[in-house]
């Protein structure tokens, strides 16, 4: 197998795995109402994310474009390749634009439900609004991986 794809693969297994992961943990920990595990869990969710996710991004980044490069795929026109770019892209903007400020917002208002005892509605919120764009960030990834198997047009 070629370094390239090893380094792809290995980057895919990062981001997904990561996001996955992530997931159930965060679920389990909401499911415990306990707010020193829900604030712990969505630091953690989030570190996981500068460990795992953003070098997983690097890997496939870098390496898809050097396996195009070296293959000669084209960018031009719509295929398997640029409708795989364009999902990667709206994953991208999604992680960027309203993961890390949700986020940033479940750990400060789990730091507060701390201090409280409770589990405040601002927490809530903010909770429920990354399970939905949970399921994008999670479909999206999971359509380019057949996209990249399959090269289906």
Request: aromatic letters at 10%; hydrophobic letters at 55%.
């Amino acid at each position: 197998m070629n370094v390239w794809l090893t380094l792809h693969l290995v980057g895919v297994l990062f981001m997904v795995g990561n996001v996955i992961t992530a997931a159930f943990w965060k679920i389990r920990a909401d499911l415990t109402g306990k707010p020193s595990i829900i604030h712990h869990t969505v630091r953690n969710v989030m570190i996981a994310d500068y460990a795992f996710t953003i070098p997983g991004l690097v890997l496939i980044i870098t390496s898809g474009a050097v396996m195009a490069g070296n293959n000669g795929v084209s960018l031009l026109g719509f295929n398997w390749l640029t409708l795989s770019l364009i999902l990667f892209a709206m994953t991208g903007l999604i992680w960027l634009a309203i993961f890390i400020p949700l986020q940033n917002r479940m750990i400060r208002h789990s730091h507060e439900c701390m201090k409280t005892g409770a589990i405040t509605t601002e927490y809530r919120l903010a909770s429920r609004q990354w399970a939905i764009y949970g399921v994008a960030a999670t479909l999206l990834p999971i359509v380019i991986l057949y996209l990249m198997v399959m090269k289906g047009f």
